[in-house]
């Protein structure tokens, strides 16, 4: 029995051991691959006599792309006609592929108006002047519900007159003064209440 969980003990303890060696081992994180070092391979072409070429070995893929090369012609420009995997392609057209210049055409891209930049910025000027108006009228109505916005003179006899009283009163000075006591006026009653006055 001893020697059973002797040997157990053992087991383990080499297992535990070796794991220690590498830091991802047992309950280690697993390695995130570098994003700088991957990159899109080419997608493989159709030879153009449709015989199957046999392979040579140490040669490179003729689709291949170099990183270095596709990244100095992504920031230089492109000179020559070859498309993003560096293969030689048809003389391109000033305006794009038959492609695009046919969706141009149809669409009517060829006919645009290359002064249409100015134009929507003088019709933008013309909109914004003739809010203007409308935001006057809604300044000035704000104005005239508000007293304080219209910049009425504040006559400094009676201010100062009002900031005395205060202080003498003991109230802040921004505070305004307690309305004056209501008047009750008596009515005399009418001599006649009429028929519908008698009834109430």
Do not use: H
Not at 77 to 106: C, M, R, Y
Not at 153 to 181: C, F, L, M, S, W
Request: with cysteine; net charge positive.
């Amino acid at each position: 029995m001893r020697r059973t969980w002797a040997i157990l003990f053992l087991s383990a303890a080499a297992a535990l051991i070796g794991a220690c060696g590498n830091q991802d081992g047992l309950f280690g994180a697993k390695p995130a691959p570098d994003e700088f070092a991957v990159y899109s391979r080419a997608p493989l072409a159709m030879p153009p006599d449709f015989a199957l070429r046999p392979p040579a070995p140490g040669t490179q893929r003729p689709q291949d792309v170099i990183p270095r090369e596709r990244a100095e012609k992504a920031l230089l420009g492109n000179p020559e006609n070859t498309n993003k995997f560096g293969l030689k392609t048809a003389e391109a057209s000033p305006g794009g592929s038959p492609g695009v210049q046919a969706l141009l055409k149809d669409t009517g891209g060829l006919k645009a108006d290359p002064k249409i930049r100015a134009t929507i910025t003088s019709e933008m000027s013309i909109m914004s002047q003739g809010d203007k108006g409308f935001t006057e009228r809604l300044l000035s109505w704000t104005r005239k519900n508000n007293p304080e916005q219209a910049g009425i003179v504040i006559n400094p006899d009676d201010e100062a007159r009002r900031i005395k009283e205060n202080q003498a009163q003991g109230r802040p000075i921004t505070a305004t003064p307690p309305p004056a006591a209501p008047t009750i006026t008596r009515r005399s009653a009418p001599k006649s209440k009429g028929f519908w006055g008698s009834l109430f």
